[in-house]
């Protein structure tokens, strides 16, 4: 379930940047590649930023605007990786 919830709360901030970046381009006359590199990544960090700390500090229901009302939790203690 870590893995659903991780992958959803990075892949809706993407999402979002992206159609901003998209409408951004229409009414402007601004180089298209500019908008997918750099509005998209700017605008998701953004995104995730605010509601991320709105999630922290005002209510967890902010989270759903990441995708998921919860953020992921890892188990303390254990190694992130299985032993070699």
């Known amino acids: 379930m870590n893995l659903y919830v991780s992958l959803l709360r990075t892949g809706v ?3 979002v940047g992206w159609l ?3 409408a951004a381009g229409y009414g402007l006359d601004l180089d298209p590649a500019a908008l997918a590199g750099v509005a998209a990544p700017v605008v998701s960090f953004v995104y995730y930023a605010l ?5 922290v500090y005002l209510s967890p229901r902010w989270g759903w605007l990441l995708g998921c009302a919860r953020p992921p939790q890892y188990p303390v203690g254990k190694a992130a990786l299985p032993p070699a």
């Open 13 to 15: 901030p993407a999402l």
């Open 20 to 22: 901003v970046a998209l």
């Open 51 to 55: 509601f991320r700390t709105a999630e």
